[in-house]
């Protein structure tokens, strides 16, 4: 049972390790919408400040990961899944990192059993 509230594929996994040989210690963050939009944002640690109502989900490879107080109250019941795809046309079109390097994180969620959800709770108890 994996009850941890972000994971992250091993495609995207190779992506941020490319990323942090890089530009060193990276953070996530996923906007509540608007001009940020809403897909998982990384940045070099430093360079990105974390909004205080933003809630920090866990970490990926060693990195936290943070969410809008929004967003984590719509995915409450879920796991967020970091995943990477190919995106070539958006090159430039963002400043999270993987973009120039012709990926593009994205967010996919499963939602916990009712026995997952009950052993999440006892360990944010």
């Known amino acids: 049972m994996d009850t941890r509230r972000v994971v992250v594929t091993a495609e995207a996994q190779k992506v941020v390790e490319m990323l942090k040989k890089e530009h060193g210690d990276l953070v996530f963050n996923q906007s509540g919408g608007c001009c940020d939009g809403t897909a998982p944002m990384c940045y070099e640690k430093g360079d ?4 205080s109502r933003n ?21 409450r019941h879920s796991q967020i899944i970091i995943d990477v795809r190919e995106e070539k046309a958006a090159f430039g079109n963002s400043f999270s990192l993987e973009i120039d390097h012709g990926y593009q994180f994205i967010t996919r969620s499963r939602i916990f059993s009712d026995e997952e959800y009950k052993e999440l709770q006892k360990l944010e108890a």
């Open 48 to 51: 990105f400040y974390v909004p």
């Open 55 to 75: 809630v920090k989900l866990g970490e990926i490879c060693g990195c936290e990961f943070f969410i809008d107080k929004d967003q984590f109250e719509y995915f």
